[in-house]
């Protein structure tokens, strides 16, 4: 069973909102992946979504576009994620993790070891849920019901462009959460309008019976505080990624431990249940 909806179920019950940061695997140094993972949590990240580093990210903006460039010039691909995962769990089997990226690399791993053999090892590796940004619900029936079987969570994103034929096809097939896409673009740009997410999130929580997360924007406590008044989950990925980036080796694990404690302070600074 997935690690997620217990976890968001849990911060809901204590009226706490979720910190969900976006790592690309493998960047910037390949062997400070699962380090990293262990100090985004210790720094009070609730869910980690690991991105699959993919050579044509359409939905990423230059900042993890360069990420994975680098990640997949530095070897890292499908096989050597699900290796962080699986070296992750062994220290920590309580915070879940998501995978994002694209169709391409997992249809290429069932090509290379057989149809199927992604699901079930991601199961294996510990993954929770896994978030495609080229899948749409009208075309992943059979990857959402494999997924299911393995009691992994399939995460959809909607935006502010999507329909309400769009937001009741994602609620069907939705497990864990929803990513809402605050800003029409990609990642890491233009200006985060916090009044257009609170008039958005009530329309998506009318078709879609899961926790509703937020990203795209947020760049710093503030935001994040902005966010989470009017979500239920806070997704930062560019900053903390840029953060990361500029690092040494030998800090960069501290340095996204940091930033989480950071944001995790201001979201716990919101009053209860603040929605």
């Known amino acids: 069973m997935s690690r997620i909806a217990p976890t968001l179920q849990a911060l809901l019950d204590s009226g706490r909102k979720a910190l969900i940061p976006y790592i690309a695997a493998g960047d910037p140094y390949p062997d400070a992946t699962v380090e990293v993972m262990q100090a985004l ?53 309580s915070t879940p993790v998501v995978l994002m990226g694209y169709a391409n ?51 959809f994103l909607l935006a502010p462009t999507s329909t309400e034929q769009r937001m009741c ?23 985060l309008d916090t009044s257009a997410v609170a008039e958005a999130v009530p329309r998506i929580r009318q078709h879609v019976k899961v926790p509703v997360g937020v990203g795209f924007g947020i760049r710093d406590a503030l935001t994040a505080q902005a966010v989470a008044r009017v979500s239920d989950a806070v997704v930062i990925g560019t900053r903390l990624v840029q953060i990361l980036h500029e690092q040494p080796r030998e800090s ?17 600074a919101l009053p209860t249940g603040a929605s």
Request: a negative charge; one cysteine or more; charged letters at 20%.
């Open 41 to 93: 949590a210790d720094g009070g990240a609730d869910i980690i979504e690991l991105g699959v580093p993919f050579s044509d990210p359409m939905a990423d903006g230059p900042v993890i576009q360069q990420a994975s460039e680098r990640a997949l010039a530095q070897g890292v691909g499908m096989t050597q994620v699900l290796g962080y995962v699986k070296a992750f769990r062994r220290g920590n089997n």
């Open 105 to 155: 690399p997992i249809e290429r791993y069932d090509q290379k070891h057989g149809a199927g053999s992604f699901v079930a090892a991601a199961r294996e590796a510990g993954v929770d849920g896994l978030l495609v940004v080229d899948y749409p619900p009208e075309e992943c029936e059979d990857f959402a019901a494999a997924l299911k079987a393995a009691g992994l969570d399939l995460i």
């Open 169 to 191: 096809d994602v609620g069907r097939l939705t497990t864990g959460y929803v990513y809402y896409v605050s800003l029409k673009g990609v990642t890491g740009a233009g200006h």
């Open 252 to 268: 960069v694990a501290a340095a996204g431990k940091a930033f989480m404690a950071e944001i995790r302070a201001a979201l716990d």
